[in-house]
Every structure is written in structure tokens, then in C-alpha cells.
């Protein structure tokens, strides 16, 4: 089978193995189930991660968390607690996590090269004692995510070294870039409809911005 851009394709786990090779031990080592008093610290000091879900066809997922460093907890070795703050409401992650509980997670520690990843099975809680030592801003969530891990290694600082990622110098401004609002037009123009403005979404949200309306 191809693709519609180009029959030049790898299928197989043993074409992939051939071109690319397989994984020294010393990185398949670093693998474990359960973090460490060194570990712990990726996740300790994030203040900033990713989660992927997917649901029972496949179809994936991929979505950002942050609050002050440390805001996922760790319950122990085994089981981390994340809090769910208020969002928009299409909720993929949670309806995926119901269908699906596989779920894998990327730490992110600003100015550090190396990332910390977590792989494992997710459940959803309102267990309000776990929940209360979350509040932030005296609101406290009111469903969080409890991942018992499976694997759990750091990755290695290549990505991050290639991207240049922490490198101020390299740092763009949100102005920069298109707003939500002109994004948002840009959709709706496209099917048909030229009446949405996009200067006063951009105005009226970084007003509720301005009041963190909606934050917790």
C-alpha cells in the first residue's frame, strides 16, 4: 500500500529495523516502571507538559497542561495525579481516557535539554482528597487524571538541541503570529461566512485573559 504522495514507503517493523537499526541496551536500560528521587525532579520542577490519548479506533490526541512547576503530583513512585483545569470543553483527552486508558506524557523543564517521559494507564477521579492539594488561586478542580505508570526514562537532549528551543535570542512574539480571531475568520470564510470579527474575539478573549476568567 502507498501513499497518495509517493509509493516509497516502510510497512514493516523489519524494513524500519533495517534502515534505522535497533536501540542500544544502555537506552532500552534507562527504562523503568516506577521514578526515583532523581527522576522525580523532571517532574517536580515542570511547569509545562503534554499528554496523548487516543481513542478506540486510533485516532490520536495530543494536548498541553501547565500551571506552577510541580502541578502534577506525585502521589508515589508509581502514580501520578494530574489536575484537570476548566478548557474548551471538547474535553479529547477525557472522553479518550473513558474509551481508552493508555496514555503517555512529556515533562518539559525550561533551559533544561533533556525531557522526561512517562507511559501508562490513566483513570479519572473526583476524589476531593486528592483533589484538594491541587487548588490553585483557592479554586480546586474538579476532576483530575490518575496515571500509574508503566515506563518512565528521560529523552535524550537531541530534539531540543537541534530546535534551539531555550535560546531567548530565537524567541518569536504572539503579535508575530496570526491571531486566534484571524484563524478563526479564516475557517469561517472558507465556509461561506464573512461576518465573524475577528478583532473583537481577539479583544473580548484577552480581556478574560487579562481577569484569568476561566483559569481555574
Request: charged letters at 25%; glycine letters at 6%; hydrophobic letters at 40%.
Amino acid at each position: 500500500m502507498g501513499h497518495r504522495l509517493t509509493s516509497q514507503i516502510i510497512d514493516t517493523d523489519a524494513a524500519l529495523r533495517e534502515l534505522i537499526g535497533v536501540a542500544p541496551q544502555n537506552v532500552c536500560d534507562k527504562i523503568t516502571d516506577s521514578l526515583n528521587s532523581l527522576t522525580r525532579q523532571y517532574i517536580e520542577r515542570s511547569p509545562f507538559m503534554m499528554i496523548a490519548t487516543s481513542d478506540p479506533d486510533g485516532n490520536c490526541d495530543l494536548s498541553p497542561r501547565g500551571d506552577p512547576a510541580g502541578f502534577v503530583r506525585i502521589l508515589d513512585d508509581r502514580t501520578l495525579l494530574l489536575p484537570e483545569r476548566p478548557g474548551n470543553r471538547i474535553a479529547d483527552t477525557l472522553t479518550n481516557i473513558v474509551a481508552n486508558p493508555h496514555v503517555g506524557l512529556l515533562f518539559l523543564v525550561p533551559g533544561a535539554t533533556e525531557t522526561f517521559r512517562v507511559n501508562g494507564r490513566a483513570t479519572l477521579t473526583t476524589d476531593i482528597e486528592l483533589l484538594a492539594p491541587t487548588a490553585v488561586e483557592g479554586k480546586v478542580p474538579k476532576l483530575a487524571i490518575i496515571v500509574d505508570i508503566e515506563q518512565a526514562y528521560t529523552q535524550c537532549s537531541k530534539a531540543v538541541l537541534r530546535s534551539d528551543l531555550w535560546n531567548s535570542e530565537r524567541f518569536v512574539v504572539q503579535t508575530d503570529l496570526p491571531t486566534n480571531g484571524e484563524i478563526a475568520a479564516a475557517i469561517r470564510a472558507a465556509r461561506g461566512d464573512t461576518e465573524f470579527d475577528a478583532a473583537a474575539y481577539d479583544h473580548e478573549r484577552a480581556q478574560r485573559y487579562a481577569r484569568r476568567e476561566g483559569f481555574y
